[in-house]
């Protein structure tokens, strides 16, 4: 059995990814991959958040190219088959596939997890070409030099989770640059090395101070234009998905997890969220509770200001312009704004694109609506605890409970919501009805009649009222209900059967006053 080359398991576990029923075709990526064999410039490390097809990417190339495999009637019906180098390298090489993720217990040291990898690594190689000499001396870039030079064999190394010690903060930091210089040992200039492609979820230049890996081109969420489109799914793949089932609608889909663009511009959802609603027919948030959000906003909450802000923005769908210039610092140094929001699109919890930062999809933004209850938000956590109150007093008219949450929240002092713009007075409104958002479908600017309402809220639960809210800084709330008349707002919610409220909320900027009114439409 080997572990690591040209590994039977490794390879058939792509075999039976392919036969899934939502399996979407990224073969075109071996092609690219392809035009990198034994050039200089073979080394390629592909970041991306998690569940954005990393591993399955990394275990087709494996069983594309080992040596021990016989995948072509596999490789025949996918796209790969139609490119001019396909046969070129079809298993036809020797494959080094490790994932860095296996730990052999619990609380081992360094030494034993690199240790295991050394040993079984060392077994493959041995079982191999029986005339290895091999002594504790050597190191493995020693071993393998010496199968190059004795049995002109070169290999192909394939590396997925090559950042897990560091992502979950394992063995000390002298341990883990030791770590980097195994890796820098046993892949920088040697001649055996014919591709080395690694993935991970952070940046090699998070960790890699001067020339450690720096033989590696890095593609992440902030600069990624060439392999983009092969990691999550594009917007004719997710329809052709759909279309495989007939209890989630496309436009669900998009809801729920769209929101990620290539540098091109195209939109990308996140795959395994697509892939579980398609298999559960329901749409949820299958982001689990990871450690990188709680250490995303531990700096959030702790260090920067300006960041607690820009989320507020964010969540109120405001998108933040800014230039971000990537995440180079390390986990424990993130103490600036750009830092923290590099992070945090490196994490997939932003979505980047044209110099413009938004939370994506409805999955992150109700963790974004979580992250924001919590105490150590200050100020804006008291804001949202009282949201449940607000759209109770707003079900039961009571404009004078509404004016006084509403000015509540105006007082506190958070610098997005001191009405410099007109977006301000609509974040406060998003903070104060966010607990609204599991109860009603919230539309903010939404085409309606001739023009664009501010608020539309929808009701999940057809016995409560639909209602439109505008917005009127240093006018009346007469003028705003005025408005949503003759704009013909209501348009919008014709096919709606139950209780409609048109409701205007204006703030009078000398006053430094809120007042709310309401009509039945």
């Not at 990417?57 to 021990?68: D, G, P, Q, R, T």
């Not at 060439?226 to 793949?237: M, N, S, V």
């Amino acid at each position: 059995m080997a572990y690591f080359l040209n590994s039977d398991f490794k390879n058939n576990e792509f075999e039976l990814m392919s036969k899934d029923k939502y399996f979407v075709d990224k073969t075109h990526l071996i092609d690219e991959i392809n035009s990198l064999i034994g050039i200089k410039d073979r080394f390629v490390c592909i970041t991306r958040p998690r569940r954005f097809g990393k591993t399955v990417n990394a275990m087709m190339l494996a069983s594309y190219y080992s040596k021990n495999a016989n995948f072509k009637s596999l490789f025949d019906e996918l796209e790969i088959s139609k490119k001019a180098s396909y046969l070129n390298h079809l298993n036809k090489h020797n494959v080094i596939y490790v994932t860095l993720n296996e730990v052999p217990k619990a609380s081992c040291t360094y030494g034993e997890f690199i240790g295991r990898y050394i040993s079984l690594l060392s077994e493959d190689l041995k079982a191999c070409y029986p005339d290895l000499k091999l002594n504790e001396n050597l190191s493995m870039s020693d071993i393998f030099t010496q199968v190059y030079q004795k049995y002109s064999q070169s290999f192909i190394f394939i590396i997925d989770e090559w950042d897990y010690i560091f992502n979950n903060n394992l063995f000390s930091k002298e341990d883990r640059e030791n770590f980097l210089q195994f890796l820098k040992d046993l892949l920088k200039d040697r001649p055996y090395v014919e591709l080395a492609y690694m993935t991970g979820v952070l940046p090699i230049a998070k960790y890699s101070s001067g020339s450690a890996l720096n033989m590696f081109k890095e593609y992440n969420m902030l600069n990624d234009s060439k392999y983009d489109k092969y990691f999550g799914f594009t917007l004719p793949e997710v329809e052709s998905l759909c279309k495989k089932q007939n209890k989630v609608t496309f436009n669900e889909l998009k809801a729920w997890y769209d929101g990620y663009k290539t540098s091109s511009g195209l939109d990308v959802f996140n795959p395994r969220s697509v892939v579980y609603a398609l298999s559960d027919g329901v749409c949820q948030s299958y982001w689990t509770n990871t450690g990188p959000m709680d250490e995303i906003l531990y700096y959030i909450n702790s260090d920067v200001d300006a960041v607690k802000d820009d989320v507020v923005k964010m969540v109120s769908e405001v998108p933040l312009e800014i230039k971000l210039k990537g995440y180079g610092a390390e986990q424990k140094e993130l103490n600036n704004r750009n830092q923290i929001l590099s992070a945090m699109t490196i994490y997939g919890f932003l979505s980047y694109c044209n110099e413009e930062l938004r939370i994506p999809n409805k999955e992150l933004r109700i963790k974004f609506d979580d992250a924001l209850e919590d105490k150590s938000m200050g100020s804006v956590s008291e804001i949202v605890m009282k949201s449940n109150e607000m759209l109770l007093a707003t079900i039961r008219k009571d404009t004078e409970t509404m004016e006084k949450l509403i000015q509540e929240a105006h007082d506190i002092n958070i610098p997005v919501i001191k009405y410099n713009d007109e977006n301000s007075l609509a974040c406060i409104i998003t903070l104060v009805y966010l607990s609204a958002r599991s109860k009603y479908r919230i539309v903010r600017e939404m085409p309606a009649g001739i023009g664009f309402a501010d608020f539309i809220f929808y009701p999940n639960d057809k016995s409560k009222p639909a209602f439109i809210i505008e917005l009127k800084k240093d006018s009346t709330p007469d003028e705003a209900l005025k408005q949503i008349q003759e704009k013909r707002y209501a348009l919008a919610l014709k096919d709606y059967t139950g209780q409609k409220l048109a409701i205007g909320i204006a703030y009078d900027s000398k006053l430094k006053k809120h007042s709310v009114k309401i009509e039945d439409i």
